[in-house]
């Protein structure tokens, strides 16, 4: 279920990202396993990657179970402070345009937002974390 959860935020972006709203550039979005490194001086970055996966049943007897996973979606860039303000800001847009379905999942949520920036190294970095819920009515038997 964590590689969905992952497939389904990165496709997401991919699909709906509007580079108007970041200086007319479009990073580079993904799976952080599709990439051997990530070097920001070849562009802007938005990759994502599992942080964790819950399963909850609701009762003795359950029928159905909650499952909740949680996405980092990590943006960089080597542009400026700006620019990574205006690319979490898009991850945002895009992500809660889809919060009551997004493919099978009934509620997206913004979680925490890091700032990792490296002003030293003129590296800008933010890791946005998404908290996705879906419900299965078929348990697995």
Same mark, same amino acid.
């Not at 590689?3 to 479009?26: F, G, I, P, R, Y």
């Not at 919060?99 to 700032?115: E, P, Q, S």
């Given at each position: %279920? %964590?590689?969905?959860?992952?497939?389904?935020?990165?496709?997401?972006?991919?699909?709906?990202?509007?580079?108007?709203?970041?200086?007319?550039?479009?990073?580079?979005?993904?799976?952080?396993?599709? &990439?051997?490194r990530i070097d920001v001086r070849e562009g802007d970055w938005a990759v994502a990657y599992a942080l964790s996966h819950?399963? #909850?049943?609701?009762?003795?007897? &359950?029928?159905?179970?909650?499952?909740?996973?949680?996405?980092?979606?990590?943006? +960089?860039?080597?542009?400026?402070?700006?620019?990574?303000?205006? #690319?979490?800001?898009?991850? @945002? @847009?895009?992500? &809660?345009?889809? @919060?009551?379905?997004?493919?099978? &999942?009934?509620?997206?949520?913004?979680?925490?937002?890091?700032?990792?920036?490296?002003?030293? @190294?003129? %590296?800008? +970095? %933010?890791?946005?974390?998404? +908290?996705?819920?879906?419900?299965?009515?078929?348990?697995?038997?």
């Open positions: %279920m %964590m590689e969905d959860s992952v497939t389904t935020v990165t496709d997401e972006l991919s699909a709906e990202w509007d580079n108007t709203n970041t200086d007319s550039k479009t990073p580079t979005i993904g799976p952080v396993e599709d &990439y051997k819950e399963e #909850m049943p609701k009762s003795l007897g &359950y029928t159905h179970i909650d499952y909740t996973d949680v996405v980092s979606v990590d943006v +960089r860039t080597a542009v400026s402070r700006a620019h990574l303000i205006k #690319m979490r800001d898009e991850v @945002r @847009r895009i992500l &809660y345009a889809k @919060r009551t379905n997004l493919n099978g &999942y009934k509620d997206v949520r913004i979680g925490n937002i890091t700032d990792l920036s490296d002003k030293f @190294r003129l %590296m800008w +970095r %933010m890791t946005i974390d998404v +908290r996705l819920w879906k419900v299965i009515t078929a348990v697995p038997s």
